[in-house]
């Protein structure tokens, strides 16, 4: 779990309300992504506090739907006027979220590349933040395009909760897609070898102590899954391919922190 918190200033009475509104309607939108948000009015300033708790990985795919919505609400709200004091007023809720996020995120990469996990998965995996955002300190520029287009895939993979899956924007077949090609390219990059294939790019990287076992076996099922969605047209369980789509993003963490040569844990 996670938890970031910011504070949005009004003035008057008119975007207080409208303030208010907007707050109420986020609240109502994060329970939908597993996410708790309170706020309050600062006693003695114009302002209110909000705090956003829960999955990181969840709030991430929850900051495109908060500036949309956030939008759209001051857009059709009556009050303040003109307009463009709602617009104005509506970007702050913005980037008070954004900026708040960004806190987190940088907090929460931090931990994990410098503490070790505290436990251990069942299928023995080491824990990982499962961030939709990849830490690119120390990363070959060349990569960054194609780590920006898994980001942006992720994120709207993301942007309904695991109960509502099927309801996803994203299809599962491209979501499995872009996790094997970014895993494909972390693996290559890192174990520096172009003839071997995935799978074998794969087991070189647990050879080596990058991925677990756990880690490991999910690759290889990514990749027989992928294949026969591709050329089989075989259908996916939804959260047998959510758990391959997170796992894919757990190790490209870690295949970026042995590109980057900084420890993952």
């Not at 300033?45 to 759209?72: C, K, T, W």
């Not at 591709?230 to 758990?243: M, P, V």
Request: net charge neutral; with cysteine; glycine share 8%.
């Amino acid at each position: 779990m996670a938890g970031t918190d910011f504070a949005v200033e009004f003035t008057g009475a008119y975007e207080r309300a409208l303030l208010q509104r907007l707050l109420r309607h986020l609240q109502w939108r994060a329970r939908h992504y597993g996410l708790e948000l309170h706020y309050r009015k600062q006693c003695e300033d114009d302002e209110y506090y909000v705090i956003v708790d829960g999955l990181l990985r969840s709030m991430q795919a929850f900051g495109p739907r908060v500036a949309m919505e956030v939008l759209v609400c001051a857009e059709f709200a009556d009050r303040p006027k003109p307009a463009s004091r709602r617009t104005d007023l509506a970007h702050e809720l913005i980037r008070g979220y954004e900026e708040g996020l960004e806190k987190i995120t940088g907090a929460v990469l931090y931990l994990h590349r410098e503490l070790k996990p505290l436990a251990i998965g069942a299928a023995g995996d080491l824990a990982s933040p499962l961030s939709l955002v990849f830490d690119r300190t120390g990363v070959p520029t060349h990569l960054h395009a194609s780590i920006e287009r898994f980001e942006a895939t992720l994120s709207r993979y993301a942007a309904m909760p695991v109960m509502l899956l099927p309801d996803m924007i994203v299809e599962e077949e491209q979501m499995l897609e872009e996790a094997h090609t970014i895993t494909e390219l972390l693996l290559r990059t890192s174990v520096g070898v172009k003839s071997l294939s995935y799978g074998e790019l794969a087991d070189r990287a647990w050879q080596q102590g990058w991925l677990t076992a756990g880690q490991h076996r999910l690759l290889l099922r990514l990749k027989d899954v992928r294949r026969g969605t591709k050329h089989k047209g075989q259908s996916i369980r939804l959260l047998a391919g959510y758990r391959m789509i997170m796992n894919a993003v757990a190790c490209s963490h870690q295949l970026l922190a042995q590109i980057a040569g900084r420890p993952w844990w």
